[in-house]
């Protein structure tokens, strides 16, 4: 049995090695360890290069910058393990925990396994489990039926669990390639694609908590405006997706989507689109995407009462309920008089 681990790596010369000497302080016999250097102009590149050089596992791809989707898939295309594990390169990995997660992944006969992660601040020293207990896994039949289990924490990246490389495969399940936050739309689909799975209840990532990172940055001025652009051709997607559903080509998934599903992904996407301009706070910004949105056939969109009762935290609810009369021209205005400033 074969483990493929994938690390797109961009601009993290500081980070890289700590995070290559974890994945090579594994308990695992048979593994690649795929680093893709997406387009990086400091060492990262080299700093891989010099790793593969001296190491068997590690394998290096060198590509123009294209993103984090786009350096995964690459890992995908390359990978020829059994199961697959993504991982940040600036994050750290439990030592001795991939070998021991294979196994029990194998003797499971499990399609996906999570598990959890800790997060710790750039600098300190991430609170990790020592070692793997397989007494401490829960079963599920499906990731739906595991997203329904309250014990089970609601949040899910591309990094906490190792998935079986045919499901991926047999779907042709990649990363929207654009967009920032791509792990939730690859998981909605691996949810639906996945069979037998479960859920591991043990610390065994490091997040690293940067200044720097996509997540505290992409609201800057340099970055927002790709961040929309990128969140825009998503919907568009989730529109083609709607419109090939609605003329009988359903995707090909193990669990069906439903048109409701769909439609509501669209709305979710567009109204979430909509929230992150008001945050920003340029009007004329947001003026423009509104105006895209309506040349793309995004806007205004319909709506639909079962967002409302849908079982959510009280934030989420709070948010749906604020947004909920967006496609309504004289409230959208209302709440760029309430929330923007000019420009």
């Known amino acids: 049995m074969k483990l493929s681990v994938i690390v ?32 990086s102009t400091d060492r990262t590149g080299e700093i891989a290069r010099d790793y593969a050089r001296r ?4 394998a290096v791809i060198c590509q123009p910058n294209g993103g984090l989707s786009a350096a ?20 750290v990995l439990a030592r001795g925990v991939l070998g021991p997660l294979c196994r029990l992944a194998a003797e499971e006969g499990l399609d996906q396994l999570l598990f959890d992660y800790a997060r710790f601040e750039d ?19 499906d990731p739906l039926e595991m997203r329904r289990d309250p014990a089970v924490p609601a949040w899910r990246t591309a990094w906490n669990y190792l998935i079986r490389r045919a ?10 390639v654009g967009a920032l936050f791509e792990d939730a739309e690859f998981n909605f689909w691996l949810d639906r694609c996945a069979g037998r799975c479960g859920y591991l209840d043990q610390k065994l990532y490091g997040y690293r908590r940067r200044a720097d ?49 769909l439609e509501t992904r669209l709305i979710d996407e567009v109204q979430g689109i909509l929230n992150r301009l ?21 806007y205004p969109y319909p709506l639909r009462w079962r967002r409302l009762v849908r079982r959510e935290d009280l934030t989420k609810r709070a ?25």
């Open 278 to 298: 008001l945050a920003k706070g340029d009007r004329a910004l947001l003026e423009r995407t509104l105006e895209e949105l309506r040349d793309r056939g995004l």
């Open 8 to 39: 797109p790596a961009c601009q993290v010369e500081a980070y890289l090695p700590a995070c290559l000497e974890a994945l090579l302080d594994q308990d695992m016999g048979d593994y690649e360890i795929i680093c893709v250097d997406d387009g």
């Open 72 to 91: 995964r898939n690459a890992g995908l295309r390359a990978a020829s393990g059994e199961y697959v594990y993504f991982m940040d390169a600036d994050d």
């Open 213 to 261: 990172s996509i997540v505290a940055t992409f609201m800057d001025d340099s970055r927002f405006p790709g961040y929309i652009q990128g969140r825009l051709g998503l919907a568009e997607s989730h529109l083609g997706r709607l419109r090939a559903f609605r003329a009988g080509r359903a995707p090909r998934l193990r669990v069906p989507v439903t048109e409701a599903e």
């Open 55 to 58: 190491r068997p596992q590690v």
């Open 167 to 176: 499901v991926l495969e047999e779907y042709g399940l990649r990363f929207p």
């Open 123 to 141: 600098g300190a020293a991430p609170p990790l489990s020592a070692g793997v207990d397989p007494g401490r896994l829960r079963r599920y039949r």
């Open 319 to 343: 948010v749906d309920a604020a947004s909920f009369l967006y496609p309504a021209a004289w409230y959208l205005r209302l709440w760029v008089r309430l929330r923007t400033r000019r420009t």
